[in-house]
């Protein structure tokens, strides 16, 4: 489940762009707005960005303060207007990266003490203004991925200033941890982060201190309480075991009472289930299932499909048929970060990282198999049902959807389908998309192709000779492969097709691997 070599970084967002200058430049700062637009880039203007009523320069600040870089249109004009002068110093007091531009040639003298000392870039030949916007363009996106968090530092600091400090808005572990390394990862010309950047990481690490002397301190007072009872009734079971007992009892259990009991499937309304029949069985923060019905389909892909692979028939390269002789259940979407850190919350999940796509609706990545295994565990401790991941057969079956073709949608990837590399969305090779973003499969499942692989049951086997025909899983004793299925946001359409199989390690943990749930149904 690797993807291909040109694509092991996503393309990283562009920039936030303040464009300084005097009005008596409004015409070279027209053109030049234009021109950041047409190459992607965000202009933030004043005559367009702030409104009738508002307080001018408290928005002039506000923009500044939002913008990743500070274009200052260098003329006779600008470095002699107080309001530019006033804007370039508002800006370096935030340590803002700046991009000085030559519209109209001045003395070196005449520039402003925070931009001399920097390259610029000349803009002063008409017939050249397209060859210097390419210029400028890709000196803006020079480590934009580190200016853009000094942005948003910037902008969480001074958020933390205004309302008093308050403790509330500190970072928590794991953003804690990313801020203290982006500090000491400060690329070679990068703005320094501000002093009130600084003290508002400084700060978080203390109150993060602080909590976790809190919470040492309330372990220690609870095993000190419960020792005289651990040596005299149950001697023989370790911490590790009350430790579990007492999150049991003081978080899971409370959780499941109110979250799951209410919602879990009672056997008689399950028996009257239909196919295609949504249900969830918890009151929020879990996955959607969707009833498969029974039935089977010839599993693999013809060698006539385009982009077959060896590994997607039988050692002849054959297709083989599948029967499922009763329904089950499928999630309709991949488990996001919403449903993951649900587990967490409990204690029920390690943490992951969101590879900085966001949480919420995103799919859950950096998730390896083992992980997917400890989720699935912890929704059946929670409901009393057989949660788990699908079958390698379940899922071609339920991403099939009856279809043929090597797509659920047809034989050709299209457009705007799925996440991918040339699949046509705004998140191509960029970042995962926020689920149910494309158009379902005719059974109602959404991101069977794309933006995450995910795993599967099964051990890998190199083609399908003596693969079960039953739909259940192809175990074996030892396996050091899992396959993973769908492709993701960075693979190729062919990683896509509905047949594909790629694989992993189990306990590998990448920025493309997710999954998704299934469930075994009552009698």
């Known amino acids: 489940m690797i993807a291909d070599s040109d694509q092991a970084v996503a393309a990283e967002p562009k920039a936030r762009i303040f ?65 530019a002068l006033k804007e370039v110093a508002h800006a370096a007091s935030l340590n803002k990266r700046f991009a000085p531009i030559v519209c109209q040639r001045v003395a070196d003298s005449a520039v402003p003490e925070s931009l001399r000392r920097l390259n610029f870039i000349f803009f002063d030949d008409q017939a050249r203004f397209e060859a210097s916007a390419d210029d400028l363009a890709e000196a803006l996106q020079a480590d934009i991925g580190w200016i853009r968090q000094h942005t948003e530092y910037g902008e969480a600091a001074r958020r933390w200033s205004a309302r008093g400090r308050h403790a509330g808005l500190l970072l928590h572990s794991p953003t804690l941890e990313v801020a203290e390394h982006w500090i000491v990862s400060r690329p070679r ?19 993060a201190r602080l909590v976790q002397r809190r919470r040492r301190l309330m372990r220690v ?8 009872i651990i040596i005299g009734l149950v001697g023989w079971i370790n911490q590790a075991y009350i430790k579990d007992q007492l999150n049991w009892y003081w978080t899971v259990r409370p959780y499941r009472v109110t979250n ?14 239909k196919p295609l029949t949504r249900f969830r069985e918890c009151a929020k923060d879990c996955p959607e299932m969707i009833i498969i019905p029974a039935g089977s389909f010839m599993m693999g892909s013809p060698p ?18 599948v029967v499922f002789a009763s329904p089950f259940a499928v999630s309709k979407f991949d488990v996001t970060f919403d449903d993951w850190d649900a587990c967490v919350l409990v204690g029920g999940c390690p943490q992951t990282t969101d590879g900085g796509f966001g949480r919420g609706s995103k799919p859950v990545n950096s998730v390896s198999w083992n ?61 995962t998309a926020p689920v149910g973003s494309f158009k379902p499969n005719k059974f109602g ?33 030892y396996c050091t492969r899992r396959p ?40």
């Open 221 to 228: 007072f609870v095993y000190t309480l419960l020792i005289g």
């Open 304 to 321: 006539t499909e385009k982009d077959h692979d060896r590994n997607e028939g039988d050692e002849n390269g054959r297709q083989h048929k």
């Open 371 to 431: 992980d997917a295994q400890q989720y699935v565990g912890w929704l059946s401790r929670m409901t009393g049902k057989n949660y788990r991941l699908p079958t390698e057969a379940e899922w071609e079956y339920a991403a099939r959807a009856g279809t043929t073709t090597a797509y659920y949608w047809g034989d050709a990837i299209g457009k705007g389908n799925a996440d991918c590399k040339g699949c046509g969305s705004q998140w191509d090779q960029i970042q």
């Open 260 to 273: 799951f009991d209410p919602y879990v499937l009672k056997a008689e309304t399950e028996r009257t289930l």
């Open 484 to 523: 993973g299925r769908g492709g993701s946001f960075l693979n190729q359409p062919p990683s896509l097709r509905s047949a594909n199989r790629e694989w992993n390690a189990p306990d590998i943990r990448y920025v493309v691997q997710g999954f998704r749930v299934a469930r075994t149904l009552g009698p």
């Open 19 to 83: 464009i300084s200058y005097s009005r008596k430049d409004m015409a070279f700062a027209d053109r030049l707005e234009e021109a950041l637009k047409l190459r992607g880039f965000e202009p933030l203007i004043d005559r367009t960005e702030i409104y009738a009523f508002e307080d001018w320069w408290e928005r002039i600040e506000e923009l500044i303060g939002r913008a990743d870089t500070v274009v200052f249109v260098l003329s006779p004009d600008a470095v002699a207007s107080e309001v």
């Open 445 to 477: 499942l959404y991101d069977m192709a794309g933006n995450v692989w995910q795993w599967v049951e099964d051990c890998y086997h190199p083609n399908y000779t003596g693969a079960p025909e039953d739909g259940s899983a192809w175990a074996s004793e």
């Open 189 to 207: 010309g990068a703005p320094d982060p501000t002093e009130e950047i600084q003290a508002f990481v400084s700060q978080s690490r203390q109150g």
